[in-house]
């Protein structure tokens, strides 16, 4: 089945900073999704991307749907303390069925 | 507005045992309801999908299985649990299939 890889596993940063995660994939996708879990909770959707080429923005997150259609960006701009979590890219090839990445552990220190 | 209840949040369950986890969704007619499985450090990984009462896919082999008895009621079950049951067990549904709505999840611990 389609696999999606996605890193950096985890990243430590400085409140302030900026950080860009990644996901690639062997196969394309057609809707790209970023999601963030808060520790025991469930995943809520931050960014849906739905054209190749899509550069989307929500606040300091802006996420970015690849050309090629096999890979999408997540960046968070000035990072504070409640962007901790964990952040999912999932891809869609049609409507219904997501293949989600491991995810990216983010830790921010104040 | 539309809102999805999931529970036990919690449940620890000797080996052998069965489950049964229930999700309801509010507001909406006819959605696509999924259960997902998150293991500790891991993604999600997709166990079950419906797209209407009473139709249910199976993604993996497994110990498990699901029911839809009604449009906006999915259930996840067992017989008899294993120790590799335990988990993170999400319900989640759409609308037509783009970006899920999670609940809070079921933390489940087979001893």
């Known amino acids: 089945g389609q696999q999606l890889n996605q890193s950096p596993q985890s990243m430590f940063i400085q409140e302030g900073e900026d950080v860009s995660m990644n996901c690639t994939s062997s196969s394309i996708f057609n809707t790209w999704l970023w999601y963030k879990q808060d520790p025991g909770e469930g995943p809520v959707l931050l960014i849906a991307?739905?054209?190749?080429?899509e550069l989307t923005s929500n606040g300091r997150l802006t996420a970015q749907f690849g050309i090629t259609r096999k890979d999408s960006f997540l960046n968070i701009s000035a990072s504070i303390p409640s962007d901790v979590g964990i952040y999912f890219c999932a891809g869609q090839l049609k409507a219904g069925k997501s293949t989600f990445g491991d995810g990216t552990t983010l830790t921010v220190k104040p | 507005s539309q809102t999805i209840h999931q529970w036990p949040a919690t449940l620890v369950q000797p080996v052998g045992s069965p489950l049964s986890l229930e999700c309801t969704v509010e507001?909406?007619?006819?959605?696509?309801l999924y259960w997902y499985r998150q293991a500790a450090g891991r993604g999600l990984q997709l166990l079950f999908y419906s797209v209407g009462i009473g139709q249910i896919s199976s993604e993996v082999p497994q110990n498990l299985s699901a029911s839809r008895p009604q449009d906006r009621q999915f259930i996840l079950s067992s017989k008899k649990l294993l120790l590799s049951d335990s988990g993170f067990y999400l319900c989640a549904w759409s609308y037509q299939g783009y970006g899920y709505t999670f609940g809070s999840g079921t933390r489940l611990t087979v001893v």
């Open positions: 507001g909406t007619s006819n959605p696509n």
């Open positions: 991307l739905y054209k190749a080429g």
